[in-house]
């Protein structure tokens, strides 16, 4: 034979303290005594030595104040792709039979070798795939205005 059980919220409708004793105890955060760390011994002894071993206490690393270079990629397929509105709206210009791109214009800073390469391009970008470099040499173009990797020593 099946029991039809009340849960225990509906059976505890109407009493003050849903079963926990005082009515301060289970309120939610105030039952816990603090928030994170709260309690661990920065004043009193009673949990110092286990804070010992993290870095609880004191200020740690740095923050750099240089800025960080933010590369910006772009691969030779949307170049390729989308060179007849690059050109029409004047990003990209023709001479001499070379498509020249400047790749910061369009806002990339560095060109990755996705993709084929079946255009004349004279590409200027700082930074450039080795990749990139030879597909672009392949299809008759050039790649300038690389800038150099410092050598460290």
Known sequence: MTV???KKVVK???SKTHGWGAKKK???????GGRGMAGTGKRADSKKPSIWKT??????GFVS????LRINPVNVRFIEQHLDNLVSNGLVSKDNGFYYVELEKIGFNKLLGDGKVSTKFRIKTPYASKMA?????EAGGEVIGLVEAESSG
Do not use: A, M, S, W
């Open 55 to 60: 870095d609880y206490f004191g200020k740690h």
């Open 26 to 32: 289970h309120r939610g955060q105030g039952h816990r």
């Open 12 to 14: 505890l409708r109407g």
């Open 133 to 137: 470099i030879e597909k672009v040499k």
């Open 4 to 6: 039809n059980r009340r």
């Open 65 to 68: 104040k240089t800025q960080k």
